[in-house]
């Protein structure tokens, strides 16, 4: 009996979701699963985007990746637990506390408890503390042993214009674009041009997608020994704008 009859289509979204994930986490394309399972690739697409799986078929993907179904299913629980934002409040707390929110940044870029301690001038109490903190605003749980576990989802971004948004634009901007960027390690692109307002909204998607490759690359770079990673900071933006000094040029009809 087909796999989606026992469940409803948006609970088998999120499965097949989830699946996805696994299966280009691990490098696996519709092509090999379509190998491997006598299928083309063609069937194997449909198959995906229809939700025409039984539970057979699911069985036999993940085998592929070396997965059970019982661990698609607490993969799926724990991300439906994830949170993609802090209120307001929440993200105001951590901007009052500078301790906290060097903190909190840290442990959303994977620092474990030992690394922390390491890395910063911070005695065991402080540290705990602001952890405690971070537990109680639901960002980790802080479990036995001093084990952090992250609760934020992938796709995890700070409040628009919220608290710590704002907290880096007044504080931290200044000193980042403080350089040259004339170092191996660093690169600055400026692009300028004319566009629609079609094109805007595809530029905005492609540097979406940009940013989750990049935060992917990060995650892999997590089980490295501290002394093998380096602070970096990549800023893509994006606006309709216009120097300042160059608009006292331009006609009043065009500008915005």
């Known amino acids: 009996m087909a ?4 469940l409803v289509m948006a ?4 499965l097949i979701a989830a699946l996805k994930k696994q299966l280009k986490a691990s490098g696996m394309t519709y092509a090999d699963i379509g190998s491997a399972l006598e299928l083309s690739e063609a069937s194997i697409k449909r198959m995906f985007a229809q939700g025409h799986f039984t539970l057979a078929r699911m069985e036999s993907i993940l085998q592929l990746i070396g997965l059970e179904f019982t661990d698609l299913l607490d993969l ?3 991300e439906s637990h994830q949170i993609e934002q802090l209120n307001l409040e929440q993200e105001a707390q951590i901007a009052a506390d500078l301790e906290l929110l060097v903190i909190a940044v840290s ?14 001038n911070l005695s065991e109490h402080q540290l705990i503390q602001k952890l405690a903190a971070l537990d109680r605003l639901k960002l980790i ?19 628009s214009n919220g608290p710590i948004q704002q907290f880096f634009l007044q504080k931290v901007q200044r000193d980042f674009f403080n350089s040259n960027f004339d ?3 660093d690169k600055l692109l400026v692009l300028n041009g004319l566009c629609s307002s079609a094109t805007n909204q595809d530029i905005q998607d492609k ?3 940009f940013v989750n490759k990049i935060s992917e690359l990060n995650k892999a770079d997590g089980k490295l020994p501290l002394g093998e990673k380096n602070g970096t900071t990549l800023v893509v933006a994006l606006r309709q ?5 160059f608009s006292g040029f331009v006609r009043e009809e065009f500008r915005k």
């Open 141 to 159: 749980d802080l479990l036995p042993g001093n084990r952090i576990k992250l609760k934020i989802a992938p796709n995890f971004r700070w409040q």
């Open 3 to 6: 796999f989606y009859r026992y």
């Open 107 to 120: 442990v959303i870029h994977g620092f474990s408890y030992d690394e922390l301690r390491t890395y910063y």
């Open 207 to 209: 540097m979406q997608e």
């Open 183 to 185: 170092q191996t390690t």
């Open 76 to 78: 799926v629980q724990r």
């Open 11 to 14: 609970q088998l979204n999120v």
């Open 241 to 245: 704008w216009q120097y300042e000094t």
